[in-house]
């Protein structure tokens, strides 16, 4: 039997505070192994295209050099590069039934631990190592664990910890903007080789595109975007579907919350989802033509489907969104395709379960399943409409089943 702690995260770059901790779980814990995992880019994170997958891998291998009881493990991706600790840590537990495995996470992880996905089988597979900060009294941190303990059954372990205020954003946008100082300063947040690595391969420097942070709650913008839109939208769209969109809206926000994806980025998405519904098939076609939008067989025996590319080009062109996941989720809104991301997810089924739909069967099932079961509740709604789509007669795009293919074996 070993004991394994676990250090998941993104490493974008991995800095010292993580090396430390990774450390302090070792000797705290009396751990033999610590595994350093980088994940693939949630999709709550935002997207840094500079640097890719292996590059952040890399670094992380050039950290740990020398640390004997430290590997850095890669595992955590699946075809569509979406990372979900429950079903790592689940396999991680399957492969190793003796061992000890404990999960290395910070306090904050600890406080938001029941909006992850599936709390109650990371639980069960790994015992929760939280890192909290010794200087500060934690009267609250032993009531959290004792709550999670009755809730999902977890098993806590408490290491005692400096604080290490050193942050992977402040380190990406010290590189950017190249301030005199900041070599020295980023000397003591990284280590050697890890600021070497950067410095070879021109990391998060040169030709950078802005770090834009997600919107999130706090953002001063989401109400003026919102307003924005709903200006626009509500003179194209006929009232009943400007109805459902807000509808889309709102369930997409609530999704987005049980699922821990950015609340107004998802209501944005299901805002501007159906936003090219004023057109006709025929006027889709033309308007894909002109645009140059490319137009698939199946798109041109049922061109009504087009309204989800022509959506997204519209939401990029006439409202100025620039959030390539939300472009993304309106594109695959109607089809669905095979590994959606989290908010392709969320719109796919807010447009499916919202409060004015009415006509579906087993909508009551599938709407209690969108935020119990959410995998689930997206393969009910897939069988569902296939089904509806072979009673009435209509052509089935292959997307669509392709996608169900894809959800039914999850
Ligand atoms: O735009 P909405 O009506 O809000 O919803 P949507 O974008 O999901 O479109 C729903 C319609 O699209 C519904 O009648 C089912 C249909 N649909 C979904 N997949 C396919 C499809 N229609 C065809 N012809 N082929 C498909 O594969
Ligand atoms: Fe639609
Ligand atoms: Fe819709």
Same mark, same amino acid.
């Given at each position: ?38 994940? +693939? ?24 050099? +020398? ?92 290491? $005692? %910890?400096?604080?290490? $205020? ?25 280590? &050697? ?41 509500? &003179? ?6 400007? %109805?459902? %969109?807000? +509808? ?28 090219? &519904? ?15 939008? $490319? ?104 997307? %669509? ?10």
């Amino acid at each position: 039997m070993s004991r394994i702690g676990i250090l998941g995260g993104t490493f974008n770059p991995i800095h010292n505070g993580h090396l430390y901790i990774a450390a302090e779980a070792y000797r705290q814990l009396g751990l033999d192994e610590v595994w350093i995992m980088p994940d +693939g880019i949630p999709p709550h994170k935002d997207q840094d295209d500079e640097v890719t997958r292996y590059q952040r891998i890399e670094m992380c291998e050039t950290a740990i050099h +020398g640390i004997s009881y430290m590997k850095v493990i890669a595992r955590e991706l699946r075809t569509d590069g979406r990372s979900y600790s429950y079903i790592t840590l689940s396999q991680i537990r399957k492969e190793h039934p003796a061992d000890e495995l404990y999960f290395i996470i910070g306090e904050d992880s600890l406080n938001m631990f029941p909006t992850w996905v599936h709390p109650e089988l990371i639980a069960q597979a790994v015992i929760l190592a939280v890192a909290v900060r010794h200087e500060e009294e934690n009267r609250d941190i032993k009531t959290v664990c004792e709550d999670l303990r009755q809730r999902y059954g977890a098993l806590t372990a408490l290491l $005692d %910890t400096e604080y290490m $205020d050193i942050s992977s954003t402040e380190i990406r946008n010290m590189i950017r903007y190249d301030l005199p100082g900041n070599r020295e300063k980023l000397s003591y947040m990284l280590p &050697k080789s890890v600021l070497s690595y950067i410095e070879e391969h021109r990391l998060y420097s040169d030709g950078g595109i802005e770090l834009s942070p997600k919107m999130d709650i706090e953002s001063s913008d989401f109400p003026k975007i919102k307003a924005d839109i709903s200006k626009k939208l509500e &003179k194209k769209l006929k009232p009943s579907r400007y %109805t459902h %969109t807000i +509808g889309v809206a709102y369930t997409a926000a609530s999704l987005a919350m049980a699922h821990g994806y950015p609340m107004d980025v998802a209501f944005i998405a299901g805002f501007l989802h159906d936003c090219a &519904k004023y057109m006709s098939p025929d006027e889709l076609l033309t308007f894909c033509e002109k645009k140059k939008i $490319d137009i698939t067989d199946a798109e041109r025996r049922s061109p009504q489907l087009l309204h989800a590319k022509a959506g997204a080009y519209l939401a990029r062109h006439e409202y100025g969104i620039e959030d390539e996941d939300i472009l993304h989720a309106i594109t695959v809104h109607t089809t669905g395709m095979p590994g959606m991301s989290l908010l392709d997810e969320i719109i796919f089924t807010a447009d499916y379960i919202e409060p004015n739909r009415d006509k579906a069967k087993r909508l009551t099932e599938i709407r209690q399943a969108a935020f119990k079961d959410f995998q689930l509740a997206i393969q009910m709604i897939l069988s569902d409409t296939i089904e509806y789509l072979k009673e009435t007669g209509k052509d089935i795009d292959e997307t %669509t089943y392709r996608t169900y293919e894809y959800y039914k074996k999850l």
